[in-house]
């Protein structure tokens, strides 16, 4: 048990569909991330949250949309995706964001694998 | 921009055996380096974590080095097990708040 949950943990939906994926962490950390894991490629940071704000959008399409309510809950919100958004997706916490001299890890959920047809 | 080269891409070895698995990097300012694994379909379990001003870290049979100044890492498991069998992933923190992630080691090991 990692303190961090997903959810859904599987996801197919259509390209006209709007859906939302759910994080949960239990740690009391202050960030949280989504990440992005698709097939023969490194994971990819999406957003970064730091006391419910957003401090980082690594360049991503606005058809998907976080949200980050209290330090404890993240969504992704999903509207007309494309096919070649079908991902894994994850969600990690971590006391802070990383800064020099950190020792801290992140620690991930289990993930919601997305199909988009 | 940094880069994060994991070699070799899979691996496959009989259960016994003591083996590596290597990253590199392009970019030596980091704040640490983290090994994770991950198991098909599920999330990342972090193994082992790095500083940048140490040099290796050991828990049970795994051992990590870092050398910043050629920019590598190596991940070594000793007396490797069937249970070891997943993607291993390198992963380094610097400025900004990204972890930035090789494509990862797949592990097979048979008994």
């Known amino acids: 048990e990692t303190g961090v949950t997903q959810t859904p943990r599987h996801l197919v939906m259509g390209m006209t569909n709007k859906k939302s994926l759910k994080c949960e962490q239990h740690l009391g950390h202050n960030a949280m991330y989504w990440y992005k894991q698709s097939a023969k490629k490194p994971l990819e940071l999406m957003f970064v949250y730091s006391l419910e704000e957003r401090v980082e959008n690594n360049s991503v399409p606005s058809r998907f949309s976080p949200e980050c309510p209290n330090s404890s809950h993240l969504f992704l919100h999903l509207h007309t995706l494309q096919p070649e958004d079908s991902a894994l997706y994850l969600c990690?916490?971590?006391?802070?964001?990383?800064?020099?001299?950190?020792?801290?890890?992140?620690?991930f959920g289990p993930g919601t694998r997305l199909l988009v047809l | 921009k940094q880069e994060v080269t994991q070699i070799p891409a899979a691996l496959s070895v009989p259960e016994g055996e003591n083996l590596v698995l290597n990253c590199s990097f392009t970019d030596s300012a980091i704040y640490n380096l983290q090994w994770f694994r991950q198991d098909p379909g599920k999330g990342l379990t972090s193994l082992l974590l790095i500083q940048s001003s140490q040099r290796e870290q050991t828990s049970g049979r795994l051992n990590a080095s870092l050398d910043k100044s050629s920019g590598r890492s190596t991940l070594y498991i000793a007396a490797s097990q069937p249970g070891d069998s997943a993607t291993y992933l390198c992963a380094l923190a610097q400025a900004g708040t990204a972890l930035i992630f090789g494509k990862g080691t797949t592990l097979s090991v048979s008994s």
């Open positions: 990690a916490s971590s006391q802070d964001i990383p800064a020099a001299g950190g020792r801290e890890t992140q620690y």
